[in-house]
């Protein structure tokens, strides 16, 4: 009897026949978005015999590292061999993220346990900004780092990325779990607020200050717009902008498989950060509710 | 020592004493609660507030970047005013275009989504995992990989996988040239940006049906829910209002964040035949190719406006009545 109530097979503990149209229908669609993932890691290990194939094959038969050879000798028409992008790219990358993290967690606990006027405005006014398209305003975005100076510096890449209105939504929304009479305790043991940050709100926090990495992450690590706006000075440039260059003047199947392996050297570490860190994200998506 | 005198002391310090500690700790806390926030919050004000505010302000101006911004004719509304009646590219192009973009892949791929999320809320938690890593890849590629996949999947000579197919089946006799077609152009944008519409909305979805208590399913079958439809319309939904409501949002920036696509796919700014021309590109257009930046302002008051016209609908729909 229980067994016909339709709502029940919702998250299923065990196999059951009804589930099979879902399979049929999700197997496939799963296959389909993967597809240009392939495709990139084929052509990526393609040699140029395969790449110049016509009509072009999607499976590689005799695979090489040629092409990753090839692009680590890479150096744009400047001159800036592609390595030296690589290593802008990982510096500000972890810079951007570590920043972001201490940045959120902090505001994230005082709009979730202190007692403040501003509190509820703050928050609000965040929460409105979750909506907030940074390039519909990238002109004023652009005045603001030219007023403070930042221009053709590192900082241009990191400092207008740090407020990330989403990362510190879904960090509040999680901070607000934990117990206030935790806090209390630890108060009256004599803790402040940075032993209560790092001693306790922080490791119960760990999966949303994981997702707000990974949100980060993807943002800092793909992003073209500081390279090609804020950044004159090709030595201080990122790897997505160098990319973004080979696609746009390597025309044929070289540049292309060139653009491949580059696109695998972009795309490798956002995969293995996101799997690692899956079931923290899911943990913290289940209190992204906006009330 | 004199008990009266001990007593009489006690009264008058303890508990000065004790406010005087109360007040200090009060101060303390307040100072430390500013220095939590101060960073955030004055980040957020330099790269967010004042942008939006300042584009606000320029749209009623004359800017060309070098000289300072002149207030604009007709009460400052010049921009606006040729915007709407004057700028042929604008309402021919622009504007249909974003706003057949913004609704095809901002609610087309937030229902997407549900649906996609839905369905994996009913198989086991296993493949699950696997089969939500493969829906969420997509969105985690980025603007340029995705530009560099699709023009190379889509080149419009026959050593383009696509074209070699459609010869292959006898299709086509000769090669279309997709990206740089007005023709083929915005059907591609739609299906790159519906195709990588899977992210964190859709995960923040799927996470809240995964947490509907199963009670509500079984109470409601007991008052007469049929189907699987009306399960989805009288429980799922309503009980995930919250997350329904960030997934919109989500789905929304997304739409409007995507609108780079068009230029990153056909390699030009503006795209060939305005085919694929969005606002955001006809901002770039004024603001970083012509440095008229009052009217590019203009264009982006227009842009806010309408992400928040989108998002005022969203919270109509999953709002918690206020």
Known sequence: MMASFLGTQINPKRFHPSQIKFYLFLIPVGLFMILPVFYVVGQAFKPLS?????????????????????????ASGTGVPMTRYLFNSLIITTLTIVL????????????????????????????????FVATAVAIPRY???????????????????????????????????VPDELIEAAKIDGANDWHILTKIIGPLVKPALATVAILSFQMIWN?????????????????????????????????????????????????????????????TMSHSGIK | ??????????????????????????????????????????????FIVVPVAAAIGLSFTYFNGIQAPEFARMFGLYNYVMILTQDEVFLRYVLPNTLKYAIITGPGGYVLSFLMAWMLSQIQSKPRKWLALALYTPS?????????????????????????????????????????????????????????????????????????????????YIDGIKNRMQEIFYITIPSMKPQMLFGAVMAIVGAFNAGGIGVALSGSNPTPQYAGQLIVNHIDDYGFI????????????????VILLFSRVAYRLFGERD
Not at chain 1, 55 to 60: G, L, N, S, Y
Not at chain 2, 5 to 12: H, P, T, Y
Not at chain 2, 290 to 305: K, N
């Open chain 1, 50 to 74: 395969e790449l110049f194939l016509f009509p072009p094959r999607f499976i590689v038969s005799n695979p090489t590292l040629d092409n990753f050879a090839r692009l680590f000798r890479t």
């Open chain 1, 100 to 131: 972001t993290l201490i940045i959120t967690l902090a505001t994230g606990y005082a709009l979730s346990k202190k007692k403040f006027r501003l509190k509820k405005t703050i928050f609000q006014i965040n929460q409105t900004a979750l909506m």
């Open chain 1, 143 to 177: 005045l603001v780092v030219t007023g403070l100076g930042l221009t053709n510096s590192f900082a241009a890449h990191i400092i207008p990325y740090l407020a990330m209105p989403v990362g510190l939504f879904l960090v509040k929304q999680f901070i607000d779990q």
């Open chain 1, 223 to 283: 992003t073209t717009e500081s390279s090609n706006i804020y950044v004159i000075d090709e030595t201080k440039k990122t790897f997505a902008f160098y990319m973004s260059t080979l696609t746009n003047s390597t025309a044929g199947p070289a540049g292309a498989g060139i653009a491949a392996a580059a696109g695998l050297v972009m795309f490798l570490p956002n995969l293995a950060i996101f799997i690692i860190m899956q079931g923290n994200v899911m943990d």
């Open chain 2, 1 to 46: 020592m004199n008990p009266t005198s001990l007593v009489g002391k006690l009264a008058a310090s303890k508990p000065g004493k004790a406010l005087r500690t109360r007040l200090e700790n009060v101060n303390k806390d307040k100072l430390s609660t500013t220095l939590l926030l101060a960073p955030y919050v004055l980040l957020f004000t330099l």
């Open chain 2, 140 to 220: 985690m590629l980025g603007g340029v990989l995705i530009g560099v996949i699709f023009r190379t999947l889509f080149s419009g000579d026959k050593s383009g996988y696509i074209n070699a197919a459609l010869i292959n089946l006898g299709l086509v006799n000769t090669p279309i040239d997709f990206l740089q077609s007005g023709d083929y152009l915005m059907g591609i944008m739609l299906f790159v940006t519906l195709w990588s519409s899977m992210g964190i909305g859709f995960l923040s979805m799927l996470a809240g049906i995964l947490n509907i208590n199963k009670e509500m399913y079984e109470a409601a």
């Open chain 2, 290 to 305: 012509r440095y008229e930046m009052g009217y590019a302002a203009a264009l982006s008051v227009i842009l806010l406006g």
